[in-house]
């Protein structure tokens, strides 16, 4: 049986290759005084296929 935490924890995962994705393509925006966002847009995408 799962515990909350854990249930939460598996809906967040990240695969590894998509972590290192974001880290190098990913555009990178301010949410708050200690929060950043990464996330891909069409440009962050077309860079990751070579475009």
Request: aromatic share 12%; with cysteine; glycine share 6%.
């Amino acid at each position: 049986m799962n515990t909350r935490p854990q249930v939460r924890y598996a809906r967040r995962y990240i695969p590894p290759l998509v972590d290192q994705r974001l880290d190098r393509f990913g555009e990178k925006k301010h949410d708050g005084p200690n929060c950043m966002l990464l996330y891909f847009c069409c440009a962050s995408v077309r860079l990751w296929n070579g475009h």
